[in-house]
């Protein structure tokens, strides 16, 4: 084994530092010290003196500047308590008392009687310093649990991903060698959905009771500092080795440790996680690139869904060479300002206008387009999905504001938002910005988001829908169907809108199940008060099958493909003439 710097003790400090408040100076303490005992002696000095200075052409006595220097050393005992909390506070208690008998010495012995108000002026200090030191220790209490809940998991009392993330910049700052292994446990969701999230939260708890306990028995042979992600993911940092073996034996141990048999509430578990990891510095000694490697080793170990569960980064994991091209495509399209957007509209089943799904397009260097369905998936992956959203955003929301008769209308304009978008700190922040230089109004304006977003953090994802709502903004559910929604997390979003996905409305040509199976989702979408807008709508068949089982809203080729803003304006012309709307 290589034998390293780090140790337990390595990670805790780094705990520590991250839950405690950066500390004032200690040479701060000294300096206020000092310049008590100064202002004190002065205050000796000046009481006992009987001459007198001249002052910009004014006599005074001495003895008169004994206020001053009395208030000064009262200044320097509250700062102490202000800044040194405790230490402070026992400090300006102590130099309290010792000046008390001085000060009644003074008076009873040498019958001073002029010091008789220093008296007082101690016993309000003592006071004072006091209540300070009360009042600050309440706050230090509540700040500290502050602190200690921004490092630490709520439900497992891991560290959170904020904490691994400071402990590995120290440890890239001490040049030390580590692993980071992202861990997804498997099939996770099914315990929530069938035995509830209660019992959900106590699974997770013993896994991290186990893993916790393996990390502090050592008995991995490795320094490991184990933390929770979100949700059912989880991350370990392996230290205290070099070498390729020792993490892979490392965690293998860990796997096993959660392959035995859990029992909770007299129900047996058996589960298993996909693990994959990354080296630094190896790979990188980067923190966000660290991040990505691990969790697209993750990723790729999910996809394969057999063998091997744990799986070591490589480059042919973050990018294929196709996906490398297509990377290249969007960032030399957004550099050049080449990204463009189609309109498609949406109607009822009158065939009355209800708004335009805004979608993006792209072109290859020959000219002919780049399906979304490709760049897409590259944009998420490589986080250049928030520029193209925006993009969209800004665009089709540009020409709607900028259409002549644009303040009688009233259809809705949709925007698709990416769950990796929709979760950046300042997303809010960008489509106010949209909002105010575009002048599109709020409650015009629908955000589209998949089911896949309460898998991913659904905490987090509720608060920024509830800010979204707020705005005024609607909320639809995308593809809905395709993903992994269960009714509870249906019913916990406050959406206005369910969007059936194509591959459903193309089935129900075959089968009469399939017609069910729809007619199921709309009556499903009305029970949640929601309004149900079919997507793909291709034939007659469709549409008259649609409009028997009480369909609120659809958009497909039958009624209008996705326009190019000019066809979008001609369009718009017609709808302001009230004539018959005929896109195609
Ligand atoms: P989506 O949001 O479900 O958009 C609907 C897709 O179905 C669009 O494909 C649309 O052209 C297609 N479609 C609608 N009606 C029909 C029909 O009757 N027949 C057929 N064959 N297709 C129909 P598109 O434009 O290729 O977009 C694919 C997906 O890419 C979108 O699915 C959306 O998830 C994503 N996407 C597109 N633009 C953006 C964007 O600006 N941001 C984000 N985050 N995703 C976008
Ligand atoms: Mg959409
Ligand atoms: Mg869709």
């Known amino acids: 084994m290589v034998k390293t710097k780090t140790d337990k003790g390595n990670i805790k400090n780094t705990l520590r530092k991250i839950s405690l408040k950066r500390e004032t100076p200690k040479s701060a303490f000294i300096l206020l010290a000092l310049l008590y005992a100064i202002s004190y002696y002065m205050v000796v000095i000046t009481a006992k003196a009987h001459g007198t200075v001249v002052l910009f052409g004014v006599t005074l006595d001495i003895s008169s500047f004994t206020g001053v220097f009395s208030s000064l050393s009262n200044i320097c005992l509250i700062c102490m ?208 690139n660290l991040y990505l490697f691990s969790d697209s080793a993750l990723h790729e170990v999910k996809k394969k869904g057999s063998g091997s569960r744990i799986l070591r980064f490589n480059h042919s994991v973050l990018n294929s060479e196709k996906d490398l091209e297509i990377e290249r495509k969007i960032r030399s399209c957004l550099s050049s300002g080449k990204l463009l957007f189609n309109l498609q509209p949406q109607y009822d089943l009158e065939h009355n206008l209800r708004g335009f799904e805004a979608l993006a397009r792209m072109k290859d260097d020959d000219g002919s387009y780049i399906s979304p369905v490709e760049f897409i998936p590259v944009a998420e992956k490589t986080g250049l999905i928030d520029r193209i959203d925006l993009g969209v955003f800004e665009m089709a929301a540009s020409l709607l504001a900028s259409l002549p008769n644009a303040e009688n209308h009233d259809f809705l304009l949709s925007i698709n938002v990416s769950v990796r978008h929709l979760m950046k700190n300042n997303f809010m922040e960008e489509i106010r910005r949209v909002i105010s230089e575009t002048g599109f109004p709020p409650h015009r304006i629908e955000i589209e988001i998949t089911e896949s977003i309460m898998i991913d953090s659904a905490e987090k ?81 469709q549409l008259d099958e649609l409009k028997a089982i009480g369909c609120d809203y659809i958009q497909g080729y039958i009624w209008g493909k996705p326009m190019s803003p000019e066809k979008v304006s001609k369009l718009m012309e017609s709808v302001d003439a009230g004539q018959p709307v005929n896109p195609q």
């Open 81 to 288: 308590v202000l800044l040194f909390r405790k230490a402070g506070f026992i400090l300006a208690l102590a130099l309290l008392s010792i000046q008390f008998p001085g000060i009644l010495m003074n008076i009873i012995r040498l019958r001073n009687y002029r010091n008789i108000p220093g008296i007082f002026s101690n016993i309000l200090v003592t006071i004072s310093v006091t209540i300070i030191y009360l009042g600050s220790r309440r706050i230090t209490l509540y700040q500290n649990s502050i602190r200690e809940q921004a490092v630490t998991d709520r439900i497992t009392g891991l560290p959170n991903r904020f904490a691994g993330g400071e402990l590995m910049q120290d440890l890239i700052k001490n040049s030390e060698k580590f692993a980071l292994v992202s861990i997804d446990i498997n099939n996770f969701k099914s315990i929530n959905d069938t035995m509830g999230h209660e019992t959900g939260d106590n699974v997770l708890r013993e896994i991290a009771d186990r893993w916790r306990t393996l990390a502090d028995s050592h008995k991995t042979g490795t320094t490991d500092f184990v933390g929770r992600t979100s949700g059912d993911e989880f991350y370990l940092i392996i230290t205290g080795t070099g070498s390729s073996e020792a993490y892979k034996k490392t965690i293998d141990a860990y796997k096993d440790e959660l392959e035995r048999k859990i029992t909770i509430d007299d129900c047996d578990y058996y589960l298993t996680a996909c693990f994959g990891y990354t080296t630094c510095p190896d790979d990188s000694d980067v923190i966000e």
């Open 461 to 541: 994802a509720l608060w920024r829908i509830e800010e979204i709502k707020k705005m005024g903004m609607k909320i639809a559910i995308d593809d809905f169907g395709t993903g992994y929604s269960s009714l509870s997390y249906l019913n916990s979003i406050p959406s206005d809108l369910l969007k059936i996905d194509k591959a459903f409305i193309d089935k129900m040509d075959d089968s009469d199940s399939s017609k069910q199976y729809v007619s199921m989702i709309i009556s499903l979408g009305h029970i949640l008060g929601l309004k149900v807008i079919s997507e793909g709508v291709e034939s007659q068949e």
